[in-house]
């Protein structure tokens, strides 16, 4: 029994001692060794001493190639030798060797140890911009730039036209993305996962433009007709598009002096203040009467503030203009049926109300001698007072039916004249009013208001 208890005595000795020979002797060989799993910038130095991990890692940079996807252009590469790239460790290999600890290469065996070394790769700053500076990507013939999508009327509506995502890069961030994509060895660059192109301000999905597109067709959508002129004048959708503006920014607004020109267009359109009239006296001739304050007279500033308002709420509506003065009637005779007509050549006035005559009679104008003359043209009656007394440097008169239409001229009763008509205005005229009998001015005070004309001509 001794003598084989001695036997496998013996024979675990000589096992324990080849197992201790074996395995210090492993130690020992990776003592200039990386351990099995061992890899550095992913370059797997499994079992390689320094030298023979050193050349891979600079095969590996000095055959490096950068593939670059991006948009409209075939896929280009940088090589190792367009951007001076190379290896520099500078005992860096040396440091991450001696960190490994030789005792525990039987560990290793079991996990893989991955290095990452920074600052061992270096490249030549002159040699890449020049490379990137030739890439077919920032070809001026290739690149298209982007553009936002826009609004624009067409075909009877406010659209929103697409954006042009376009591909031009943004060339700062294209060196840095290249520079770092080399730094770090990288095998391909996608410009696009990048986000190194240029991008349309706006896309017709981005809600400025939505926004704009509502705004823009709420406003387009007002219609305002103007009635009663002989000629309606209608701002509809074609008009008020001609209007909206919208910005770079989508802001939409109307444009004020396209406003003020439609309204400028309304009264030419309607006005006839201070405008030449064609009058068929009642003595059977026609005159050219051009000058009086009577006539239609368009408040601009007001009816501007009226448009803006209803644009602005897309109104629908039938409207007249806002006036600072109306006439009997639109059109040429816009002095309508009622009105005092005085013809100084005759000296006489006729007085019509709804288009009968009912009164006329022989008067006495401003004195042509003087030249006191009385004002042709057409007048607004401002008003009628009964027991007026007139005054001038030299006179002071009282009658029963004052009807001034033309600053101190007016119409009225002359109780000191005994004959009226003929010559007598030439020598013995008034100071410029129109002296009328006293049932001739009765009579028309009695039936005239303010506001009706009083048509003054030779």
């Keep these: 029994m ?235 959708t074609a008009v008020v598009s001609q209007w909206v503006t919208i910005d770079e920014n989508f802001n939409v607004s109307i444009d004020d002096a396209k406003v003020t020109q439609f309204v400028d267009e309304l009264a030419v359109k309607y006005n006839t203040y201070k405008t030449p009239r064609s009058f068929k006296t009642s003595l059977g001739t026609t005159v050219t009467i051009s000058r009086g304050d009577y006539g239609w007279r368009i408040n601009s500033q007001a009816e501007k503030d009226a448009i803006l308002k209803a644009v602005t709420d897309g109104q629908k509506i039938v409207r007249e203009p806002e006036y600072l003065q109306k006439a009997a009637s639109h059109g040429a005779a816009d002095y309508g049926s009622t009105y005092l007509e005085i013809s100084l050549s005759a000296q006489h006035a006729w007085f019509y109300k709804n288009g009968v005559l009912i009164a006329h009679g022989d008067v006495v104008t401003g004195d042509v001698e003087n030249g006191t003359t009385t004002p042709t043209g057409i007048y607004r009656l401002k008003y009628k007072d009964k027991d007026a007394t007139l005054r001038g440097e030299d006179y002071e008169s009282d009658v029963s039916y004052w009807m001034p239409f033309n600053g101190d001229v007016g119409f009225h009763d002359a109780s000191w004249r005994s004959k009226f008509g003929g010559d007598i205005y030439l020598t013995n005229g008034s100071h410029g009013c129109v002296n009328a009998p006293f049932s001739l001015a009765q009579a028309v005070f009695n039936n005239i208001s303010a506001g009706n004309a009083v048509i003054v001509y030779r």
């Design 2 to 236: 001794g003598s084989i208890r001695n036997k496998w005595l013996k024979i675990a000795g000589i096992a324990l001692a080849v197992l201790l020979l074996a395995y210090f002797g492993i130690q020992y060989y990776f003592a200039g060794r990386y351990y099995y799993g061992t890899y550095i910038n992913g370059v797997d130095v499994s079992f390689k001493t320094l030298a023979e991990s050193e050349a891979l890692l600079k095969s590996k940079v000095e055959n490096y190639v950068l593939e670059i996807k991006g948009r409209d252009v075939a896929n280009e590469t940088i090589t190792a030798a367009d951007s001076g790239l190379e290896l520099k460790s500078e005992n860096k290999l040396q440091t991450l060797k001696d960190e490994q600890n030789a005792t525990s290469w039987l560990l290793s065996l079991f996990s893989s140890q991955h290095h990452s070394l920074d600052n061992v790769v270096v490249y030549d700053e002159a040699k890449l911009h020049k490379r990137i500076a030739e890439l077919g990507y920032l070809d001026p013939g290739n690149v298209t730039d982007p553009k936002s999508a826009y609004i624009a009327f067409e075909g009877g509506a406010f659209k929103i036209f697409p954006e042009v995502t376009g591909n031009k890069l943004n060339e700062d961030k294209l060196k840095e993305a290249l520079r770092e994509a080399i730094i770090k060895e990288e095998s391909s660059l996608d410009l696009d996962e990048k986000g190194l192109y240029e991008v349309p301000g706006y896309t017709s999905e981005s809600p400025e433009v939505k926004a704009a597109l509502e705004l823009a067709g709420k406003y387009a959508s007002t219609s305002i007709s103007y009635e009663g002129s002989g000629g309606d004048i209608t701002a509809d």
